[in-house]
């Protein structure tokens, strides 16, 4: 399950639009951090996920962050400040066998736009053309639809589908979407058989009782994924500070559990936008998430490329210089040596003593964000008069990954594992390091 929402500029104190995504995937379910420069072309075909497709003759740069396994993403921008989120939607429309991912239709739309509205009418264009499809689940089968959050720098969508249908919409200050359909009676566009289908199902008997939620709305999957309850907790958070929206204020949004202040992952919640996994019923957690101070030029994007945003340490990446050397690249097993999975055993580490080294976690990390963030503007004005060199933009970038090695160091050589009295919750996590091949001694 995911959260993405965006706050355009009237709304921000910056004046500029803030787009954010956290990405809920299963827990062994590494996610890479990846960056693809501007690309000219000769193949004629391109294979995503599970179909080929034509491949266009140029694409643009890219900042994307996805499942190890799987060609989309599930968030990302490209080097025109277009940035993308995409959400599981359950409806009542059938699922496809085969056929383009949502994340596949997003990280295509990334390749392809230079500006929201031209995304949004590539994945249109897609999604005739190719329908969606294929499974989506890493260890069991998941198949559903997806909405799409859309921005630009000037402007931003929503795009709801369930299988061919859809209905989009375009955002006015603030929005943001979850694991539910949420365009109802009102819409800026929509498949022009939208409510003839309906119709024809027997799901409204006209245009007067029409409601694209209600109707084409899976009603049982889409209430276990409590996905209204976290889009109405996400925009109230943005409504409340509405024209005062920053970036710290946005990364705590994206950190926040239903039971702040008490949190402890054992008693986590599907309603929690930075979810920790925790059982049959609650199989996902944020695996990566990603916050962008989308500027007209330059803009400053901060992702965490690990798990668990509530003790992660978010770092600046610019577009135009890339990411820095890595590591290894991290799978479905543990390893030692991949940053993601360094993280992923601190957070494992401290799953029954949350409350006493999480605050301390949280807080040393929001001091070096701070002093990141201070940084990262100073560079970005700096480089836009031609006073510093891309390098330096660069080495920013390295210096926030080694500052959060360092903090994951140092707590995976503090914190000593501790029993969860909770017993489903403590046997869901021993027979996913297992899994893993993580142990915790």
């Known amino acids: 399950m995911c959260d993405t929402l965006v706050a355009l500029g009237d709304a921000t104190r910056y004046g500029v639009t803030i787009f954010a995504k956290n990405s809920d995937r299963e827990p062994n379910e590494a996610q890479l951090l990846e960056f693809h420069p501007r690309m000219k072309h000769d193949e004629e075909y391109l294979k995503c996920t599970y179909i080929r497709i034509p491949q266009v003759k140029e694409t643009y740069a890219i900042l994307i962050s996805r499942p190890f396994w799987i060609w989309g993403a599930e968030m990302g921008v490209n080097e025109y400040g277009v940035a993308i989120g995409n959400e599981a939607v359950f409806t009542k429309e059938p699922y496809g066998e085969v056929g383009l991912t949502g994340m596949d239709l997003l990280r295509l739309a990334l390749e392809r736009s230079k500006d929201a509205r031209e995304a949004l009418n590539i994945i249109l264009d897609l999604l005739e053309k190719h329908g969606q499809g294929g499974n989506c689940g890493y260890t069991r089968k998941l198949f559903y639809h997806n909405s799409f959050l859309i921005a630009d720098p000037k402007e931003a969508w929503v795009l709801e589908t369930a299988g061919e249908y859809w209905a989009a919409v375009k955002v006015e200050e603030i929005r943001s979407i979850s694991n539910a359909l949420s365009i109802r009676k009102e819409w800026d566009m929509a498949h022009p058989q939208l409510i003839e289908h309906a119709v024809e199902k027997g799901w409204c008997k006209g245009e007067e009782d029409f409601d694209f939620a209600k109707c084409y709305s899976d009603r049982l999957y889409t209430s276990l994924a409590k996905g209204r309850e976290r889009q109405k907790f996400t925009e109230g958070k943005l409504r409340e500070k509405a024209g005062k929206i920053d970036l710290k204020y946005v990364m705590s949004i994206m950190r926040s559990h239903a039971t702040d202040p008490d949190f402890s992952p054992s008693r986590g919640s599907m309603r929690d936008i930075c979810m920790h996994a925790g059982g049959p019923l609650r199989r996902s957690q944020t695996a990566g998430s990603y916050i962008g101070v989308l500027y007209p030029d330059l803009q400053i994007n901060w992702f965490t490329a690990t798990s668990t945003p509530c003790i992660s340490l978010y770092k600046p990446v610019f577009i135009v210089v890339g990411l820095p050397d890595l590591g290894p690249k991290p799978g479905g097993k543990y390893d030692p040596n991949s940053l993601w999975w360094k993280h992923e055993r601190m957070h494992r580490l401290l799953l029954g003593s949350y409350s006493e080294y999480a605050p301390k976690i949280r807080s040393e990390i929001e001091k070096v964000e701070e002093e990141l963030e201070k940084k990262a503007l100073d560079l970005r004005a700096r480089y836009l008069r031609e006073e510093v060199a891309k390098e330096e933009l ?48």
């Open 394 to 441: 660069l080495e920013l970038t390295e210096e926030a990954f080694i500052k959060a090695v360092e903090i994951i160091e140092k707590y995976s050589g503090i914190i000593k594992p501790k029993v969860v009295l909770d017993p489903v919750f403590a046997m869901y996590w021993l027979q996913v390091n297992k899994e893993a091949g993580l142990s915790l001694k």
